[in-house]
């Protein structure tokens, strides 16, 4: 029995990774935050729950190993991450067309329904803020895309239609308060 060889789509894991200033300092933030504080107390604690005797049956020994497993593995998962992520710290030469960091306008041809969001990387994602992935159906149907462009969504068997309002780009950049990176 033999393998097909892997098809040329690149997968999620290759994909070059970018993400915002203010993005970036979110991840080094819960870096420093998880090696200097967090690991330290949770340490502390295995070591007191230890000093206790029987470990098999020491439910704060078991879940504290339990808990310094998941942080040094979020750890690990984040100094690769910032060794791997690109950070954007300028703006397009053309802002007049949609590229990574935009906030965009659009509104839905059918329903008239205004849309508002920020194309972002994927470490940046969130619902709330109207941050979306730039890996995302509608990130890549606008990207490149300029103000009064008409752009289709599919999704399943519907087609949406969306008319492109308006591009800016926030600032890119740490603001005056924040620490360098």
């Given at each position: 029995?033999s393998?097909?060889?892997?098809?040329?789509?690149?997968?999620?894991?290759?994909?070059?990774?970018?993400?915002?200033?203010?993005?970036?300092?979110?991840?080094?933030?819960?870096?420093?935050?998880?090696?200097?504080?967090?690991?330290?107390?949770?340490?502390?604690?295995?070591?007191?729950?230890?000093a206790?005797?029987?470990?098999?049956?020491?439910?704060?020994?078991?879940?504290?190993?339990?808990?310094?497993?998941?942080?040094?593995?979020?750890?690990?998962?984040?100094?690769?991450?910032?060794?791997?992520?690109?950070?954007?710290?300028?703006?397009?030469?053309?802002?007049?067309?949609?590229?990574?960091?935009?906030?965009?306008?659009?509104?839905?041809?059918?329903?008239?329904?205004?849309?508002?969001?920020?194309i972002?990387?994927?470490?940046?994602?969130?619902?709330?803020?109207?941050?979306?992935?730039?890996?995302?159906?509608?990130?890549?149907?606008?990207?490149?895309k300029?103000?009064?462009?008409?752009?289709?969504?599919?999704?399943?068997?519907?087609?949406?239609?969306?008319?492109?309002?308006?591009?800016?780009?926030?600032?890119?950049?740490?603001?005056?308060?924040?620490?360098?990176?």
């Amino acid at each position: 029995m033999s393998r097909k060889p892997s098809v040329d789509k690149p997968s999620f894991a290759t994909r070059q990774a970018y993400i915002t200033h203010q993005g970036a300092k979110i991840l080094k933030d819960e870096l420093d935050f998880l090696w200097k504080q967090k690991r330290p107390e949770v340490t502390q604690a295995v070591s007191e729950a230890a000093a206790m005797g029987d470990r098999s049956e020491n439910a704060e020994y078991i879940y504290g190993k339990r808990q310094l497993r998941q942080i040094d593995s979020r750890i690990r998962f984040l100094r690769k991450r910032l060794e791997n992520i690109t950070v954007v710290d300028r703006l397009p030469d053309d802002q007049s067309k949609i590229f990574f960091g935009a906030m965009i306008e659009i509104e839905n041809d059918q329903t008239e329904e205004i849309l508002n969001f920020r194309i972002v990387g994927p470490d940046e994602i969130d619902p709330e803020k109207k941050q979306i992935s730039i890996h995302s159906p509608m990130s890549k149907a606008v990207l490149g895309k300029s103000v009064d462009d008409e752009i289709v969504i599919r999704v399943e068997d519907n087609e949406q239609h969306y008319s492109i309002i308006s591009i800016n780009y926030p600032s890119l950049e740490l603001q005056p308060t924040d620490p360098p990176l």
